[in-house]
């Protein structure tokens, strides 16, 4: 993945650790270079379609209503098992990022990104691997997910609440 990120001249700074699993984890690592930390969550709905959701560290996401904006209805989307991990975006436990669908396995995992991650001058995600941590732009980060057929999805995780159920899917199902 780092190969191909430098092939697309995309700019990031890579920070070498040990093997993290959570965001708590990764922050004494790399949370005292000025990045923002982002959590990732691999979700399943009752149909078996998977998403991605990106947010920044300490964004509130609320399953129920996600849920419920998806038009799954209460309950509809849940943590994905530990096998999806291994199976559709090969990745093992603590690396579900963006990058994670440079993999064709994953084509048909949607991605929500958190509108907050564009105000951040970097964000840090791991890159297929959990103990390494890239910190790059939003809009390098745009620049990859394209390269790889897939258009960004930028949603306000923390507003989405009020919004139109509609604006919500048509965003989920352009992707």
Known sequence: CLVFLQ????????????????????????????????????????KHRLYIVSALADTKVDMKILSQRLGLGKGGVRMAPEENLRQVLQVPLGCVTPFALFNESASAVSLLLDQGLKSKQSCYFHPLTNDVTIALSSSNLDKFLLSIGKQPAYVDLEVIFGSSVYDFLEIVESD
């Open 7 to 46: 092939e697309l001249k995309i700019d990031f700074k890579r920070h070498d650790h040990p093997v993290v699993l959570t965001v708590e984890d990764q922050a004494k690592h790399v949370g005292n270079f000025g990045g923002a930390l982002t959590k990732n969550l691999l979700l399943k709905d009752k």
